[in-house]
Nanobody, 127 residues
Framework: VQLVESGGGLVQAGGSLRLSCATS????????IAWFRQAPGKDREPVSA????????YYSDSVKGRSSISSDMAKKTVYLQLRRLRPDDAAVYYC?????????????????????WGQGTQVTVSA
């Protein structure tokens, strides 16, 4: 099982980035994918998630209205588009996969529910 994030970088406040999570080694359409982020000295926090068939999206309040999650079944890749970035969006962004869809709508924010993680991609936002 492998998840590889990319697309991070340095962006000015107000700018946009599209993060990618390329997956391999598991049945993509049987797994939900989520994005989490972790800033220095802070806990890992949920950002967004998409269910296994790519039809239902979830967002944390911190990014709602400024982000979009999508999945490409053919490429087995999930994307996170971030817009109107703010300095407090700066963090390492991780994608994670889970196969257990039970109560996903209420548990997607829990990192312990995910069985595989990528190595992360750094997002830096300059004021």
């Amino acid at each position: 099982v492998q998840l590889v994030e990319s697309g991070g970088g340095l962006v000015q406040a107000g700018g946009s980035l599209r993060l990618s999570c390329a997956t391999s080694g598991f049945t993509f359409h049987d797994h939900a994918i989520a994005w989490f982020r972790q800033a220095p000295g802070k806990d890992r926090e949920p950002v967004s998630a998409i269910n296994n068939n790519g039809e239902i999206e979830y967002y944390s309040d911190s990014v709602k209205g400024r982000s979009s999650i999508s999945s490409d079944m053919a490429k087995k890749t999930v994307y996170l588009q971030l817009r109107r970035l703010r300095p407090d969006d700066a963090a390492v962004y991780y994608c994670a996969a889970r196969a257990d869809m039970w109560r996903f709508s209420t548990t997607w924010r829990r990192p312990d529910q995910y069985v595989a993680w990528g190595q992360g991609t750094q997002v830096t936002v300059s004021a």
